[in-house]
């Protein structure tokens, strides 16, 4: 157990429709990254968030967006969902800005039909 | 950019069996390089690091060294066993940069039979 949790597990939905992934970081870590892994993409980053700031975003859609709480959990909103966005939603967490490594937690399934 | 490139697979395997995955790396600077493993239905799990040239890192009988002149990182396990059959990432952070984000490689899937 790498203490990130993520909820929900799993999550069907349609097209079109708007979602909502959350995220708790491991007690004491600042930084949040979320990734995204799918069959033809293969696992990439979207977007880090530190203390409650952006920090730095990858290959993120414009129909995807985030944010960081005041308590360091985080949220990762999908709208306008496309079947293409299926795939496993994975959120990680580190300690500092500095710091190198990255805990994962179990990670989002999203289905969309 | 910076990118990793690893073996495809996927990789099947008799119990006892000597493990290596291939793991190459293109970045401007000196990454650290990570391995982690996605077991069947969990999430990514860290297996082992190395920050510098020549660090060996290891973890549950797996090691893996990082060699600056190849550019390589290569997962290595002598003896597997069923409970290794999993997807392994070769992943990389460039230090000093302004986010730390993981790139990863493409995963090889290793399936080990008893």
């Known amino acids: 157990d790498s203490g990130v949790t993520q909820t929900p597990k799993h999550l069907i939905t349609a097209t079109g429709q708007r979602v909502t992934l959350r995220c708790s970081p491991r007690?004491?870590?600042?930084?949040v990254y979320w990734y995204q892994q799918s069959l033809d993409q293969g696992l990439q980053f979207l977007i880090q968030?530190?203390?409650?700031?952006?920090?730095a975003k990858g290959n993120i859609l414009e129909r995807f967006s985030a944010q960081q709480f005041p308590d360091l959990h985080s949220e990762l909103n999908l709208s306008s969902l496309e079947l293409g966005d299926s795939a496993l939603y994975f959120c990680?967490?580190?300690?500092?800005?500095?710091?190198?490594?990255?805990?994962f937690g179990p990670g989002t399934r999203l289905t969309v039909l | 950019g910076n990118s990793v490139t690893q073996m495809e697979g996927p990789v099947t395997l008799s119990e006892e069996a000597f493990l290596t995955i291939n793991c190459t790396y293109t970045a401007t600077g000196y990454p650290s390089l990570f391995w982690y493993v996605q077991y069947p239905g969990e999430g990514l799990q860290l297996l082992l690091k190395?920050?510098?040239?020549?660090d060996k890192g290891s973890n549950k009988g797996f090691e893996a060294t990082y060699r600056k002149e190849t550019t390589s990182f290569h997962l290595e396990k002598g003896s597997v066993q069923v409970s290794d059959s999993a997807v392994y990432f070769c992943?990389?952070?460039?230090?000093?940069?302004?986010?730390?984000?993981?790139?990863f490689g493409a995963g090889t899937t290793v399936t080990v039979r008893a």
């Open positions: 007690s004491g870590d600042l930084s």
């Open positions: 190395a920050t510098k040239a020549d």
């Open positions: 968030y530190y203390n409650g700031e952006e920090r």
């Open positions: 990680a967490s580190s300690p500092r800005l500095s710091t190198d490594t990255q805990y």
């Open positions: 992943a990389l952070v460039m230090k000093g940069s302004n986010d730390y984000k993981l790139s």
